[in-house]
C-alpha cells in the first residue's frame, strides 16, 4: 500500500528550471534566429572563422597521413610509367637504329650496283651481273658460289670482278650456278704489272696467314718495288683483260742472303665482303675467230701440187 501511494513525479525539492518542451521551443526559436541571422546579416562569420582557424592545425595533422598516401600512389605511379616510357623510347631506338643500318647497307649495296651497271654497259658488253650465294665449304680454299650458271652465259674461267677490280676467275660452272675462285687463294696465279713501273710478275694467293692477302713473287731483291704500286692485270694469258685493278703492294723485304724479295700485296677489290660481282667473258672468246679461207684458194693449191 506504501508502494501504491508513491507517485513518479519528482519531489517538489527536484523541480528546478523550464521543463524539457520549454527547453526544445527556446533551443528552437535560437537556432531558426541564428540561421536567420547568419543568412541575412552574415552575424556569425566571425565565430565561424575563429573556429576554422582554431581547428586547422588539427585538420592538417590527421590530413597528413592521407595526403603523403596519395603523394606516395602518385610517385609510384610515375614511376612505373616513366619506366615504361623509357623501356617504349629504348625499343623505338633499336628499331631505329637497324632501320639506319639496313639503310645504310642498302645505300652502300646500290652504289655497289651501280658501279657494277655502269662497268657492265660502258666497257664490258656480254657481261652477266651475279650475286653471291655461299662461300664454298672447303675450310682450306677460298671460294664463293654464284647465283648464276651455263643457263645465263657464264663460261668457264671467266673473270669475275666488282666495282674496285678483280675478284676471282670461274673454275666450275653448274646450269643454275657457277664457282669462283677468289685471287688470294694459295692455288691461284695472276699474271700483273706494276703500274708505276711497267714490270711484269705473278701474284698468288697467300691465305696461310691473311685470308685477304697475295704475294708478288720471284721479284729480284733490287727490284723497283715499292708500298703502295698498283698492280693490274697485265693481259697476256689469254683469261684476264688487261687494266683490271687486282692488289696494292702492303710491304717489301729484301734480305741480302735472298735472291728475291718478299712483297705482299692487298687486293684492291672486296674479295672477302663482295654481295653482287660481275661476270665477264674470258679474253679467249671476245678475240673474233679469223675468217675461214676461201674454198678455191684451197683447190688452186691442190692443183698445183
Request: hydrophobic share 45%; proline share 7%.
Amino acid at each position: 500500500m506504501a508502494l501504491a501511494s508513491l507517485g513518479r513525479d519528482p519531489p517538489p525539492f527536484f523541480r528546478q528550471g523550464p521543463s524539457a518542451l520549454s527547453r526544445l521551443a527556446l533551443f528552437s526559436a535560437l537556432a531558426l534566429l541564428l540561421m536567420v541571422a547568419d543568412a541575412r546579416f552574415q552575424m556569425v562569420q566571425p565565430l565561424r572563422a575563429s573556429i576554422a582557424t582554431a581547428l586547422y592545425p588539427l585538420q592538417w595533422l590527421v590530413l597528413q597521413p592521407l595526403l603523403l598516401s596519395q603523394q606516395a600512389s602518385e610517385r609510384m605511379d610515375g614511376m612505373f610509367s616513366n619506366e615504361t616510357a623509357l623501356q617504349q623510347l629504348r625499343t623505338q631506338l633499336a628499331e631505329q637504329r637497324q632501320r639506319a643500318q639496313q639503310t645504310e647497307q642498302l645505300v652502300l649495296e646500290n652504289q655497289r650496283l651501280r658501279g657494277i651497271l655502269n662497268l657492265q654497259e660502258r666497257e664490258l658488253p656480254g657481261s652477266v651481273v651475279a650475286q653471291v650465294v655461299y662461300d664454298a665449304a672447303d675450310p682450306y680454299t677460298r671460294k664463293v658460289i654464284l647465283d648464276k650458271g651455263e643457263n645465263h652465259g657464264v663460261h668457264l674461267a671467266s673473270p669475275v670482278i666488282d666495282e674496285l677490280g678483280l675478284i676471282g676467275q670461274v673454275t666450275r660452272v653448274f646450269p643454275m650456278s657457277s664457282e669462283v675462285t677468289l685471287i688470294t687463294d694459295r692455288d691461284h696465279a695472276i699474271p700483273v704489272i706494276n703500274v708505276r713501273t711497267g714490270a711484269r710478275g705473278v701474284a698468288y694467293g697467300e691465305n696461310t696467314r691473311n685470308a685477304d692477302a697475295l704475294e708478288l713473287r720471284f721479284m729480284a731483291a733490287n727490284a723497283d718495288v715499292m708500298a703502295g704500286d698498283l698492280l693490274t692485270t697485265s693481259g697476256v694469258d689469254g683469261v684476264y683483260p688487261a687494266g683490271l685493278p687486282v692488289a696494292r703492294i702492303d710491304k717489301v723485304e729484301r734480305r741480302t742472303e735472298a735472291v728475291f724479295a718478299r712483297i705482299g700485296c692487298v687486293p684492291v677489290a672486296m674479295v672477302a665482303g663482295a654481295q653482287h660481282v660481275l661476270i665477264l667473258l674470258p679474253v679467249a672468246l671476245s678475240i673474233p675467230r679469223p675468217p675461214p679461207e676461201p674454198e678455191h684458194k684451197s683447190h688452186k693449191t691442190g692443183g698445183r701440187r
